[in-house]
T-cell receptor
Framework: GENVEQHPSTLSVQEGDSAVIKCTYSDSASNYFPWYKQELGKRPQLIIDIRSNVGEKKDQRIAVTLNKTAKHFSLHITETQPEDSAVYFC????????????FGGGTRLMVKP | DADVTQTPRNRITKTGKRIMLECSQT?????MYWYRQDPGLGLQLIYYSFDVKDINKGEISDGYSVSRQAQAKFSLSLESAIPNQTALYFC??????????????FGPGTRLTVL
């Protein structure tokens, strides 16, 4: 089955700096890669996703890049703010939709004011 | 998402007790999931159901069972709880979302402690 690894497990940045979280996956048939944000004590919520037919997608201060050849994808957050502090999860699916997701272990991002 | 609810939100129980966690959704989605979250391990799939007559084991189903009572309801049971089942449990649904494509929506979670 699919295996998704996520790094780093914790990341501390200064407010205004950029943050990058990386994930690798094992199943070359995976074609949908969402990112979820989980604030303390709350449920995971989808923040951005990418499908295998594109290499990059942006939404304001967040972007995701995908390298299918190397089987890795990354989340980029620019101009970080304290409210970006949360746990971020990457995931992968081979059905091109948000159905059978395999999650990475999560990254705790701390943005210091 | 307020359309996926879980009860109870917190539960403390003792080893050997039977526990049921309930999930309801008003999204009209056919697909529902139960996940377990442990620190540093992300979300692990326990069981999933693609419709009322379809139940499937996930990666960590041992010690758990489920019941899909209706399209809107999916319950998780621990027949005889043990301390290493102490975790945060999430129910989720998947279907068309506001962005116009299929995505997963999570309930608020149930924090279970087994003493």
């Amino acid at each position: 089955g699919e295996n998704v690894e996520q790094h780093p497990s914790t990341l501390s940045v200064q407010e205004g700096d950029s943050a990058v979280i990386k994930c690798t996956y094992s199943d070359s048939a995976s074609n949908y890669f969402p990112w979820y944000k989980q604030e303390l004590g709350k449920r995971p919520q989808l923040i951005i996703d990418i499908r295998s037919n594109v290499g990059e997608k942006k939404d304001q201060r967040i972007a995701v890049t995908l390298n299918k050849t190397a089987k890795h994808f990354s989340l980029h957050i620019t101009e970080t703010q304290p409210e970006d502090s949360a746990v971020y999860f990457c995931a992968a699916s081979r059905d091109n939709a948000g159905n059978m997701l395999t999650f990475g272990g999560g990254t705790r991002l701390m943005v210091k004011p | 998402d307020a359309d996926v609810t879980q009860t109870p939100r917190n539960r403390i129980t003792k080893t050997g007790k039977r526990i049921m966690l309930e999930c309801s959704q008003t999204k009209g989605h056919d697909r529902m999931y139960w996940y377990r979250q442990d620190p540093g391990l992300g979300l692990q799939l326990i069981y999933y159901s693609f419709d009322v007559k379809d139940i499937n084991k996930g990666e960590i189903s041992d010690g758990y069972s489920v019941s899909r009572q209706a399209q809107a309801k999916f319950s998780l049971s621990l027949e005889s709880a043990i301390p290493n089942q102490t975790a945060l449990y999430f129910c989720a649904t998947s279907g068309w979302g506001p962005a116009g494509y299929n995505e997963q929506f999570f309930g608020p979670g149930t924090r279970l402690t087994v003493l």
